[in-house]
């Protein structure tokens, strides 16, 4: 884990480090893990925001590879 990250208007995000890869997710209202954490494949970071005026629940989630932002589409399996 790289860090924990505090956004404006309550919710958190989390920065992970997978060697030359780094995946953030943001929209986070509860937290399951902390600084320096070391994370496996599936486990559970965090309870995503449920928005108080509309109800939705969005994770935002970013991937880089090294400085390079990429489309997380292509690396998300969908059903």
């Known amino acids: 884990m790289i860090a924990i990250i505090s956004v404006p208007g309550g919710s958190r995000g ?40 509309d109800g939705t629940t969005k994770l935002k989630f970013y991937l880089y590879r090294d400085s390079s932002r990429l489309n997380p589409e292509e690396w998300i399996y969908q059903l």
């Open 14 to 53: 989390v920065t992970v480090k997978h060697g030359n890869y780094i995946s953030t997710y943001y929209n986070l209202s509860t937290l399951y893990v902390k600084k320096g954490d070391k994370v496996a494949t599936k486990e559970v970071l965090g309870d995503i925001n449920t928005d108080r005026f």
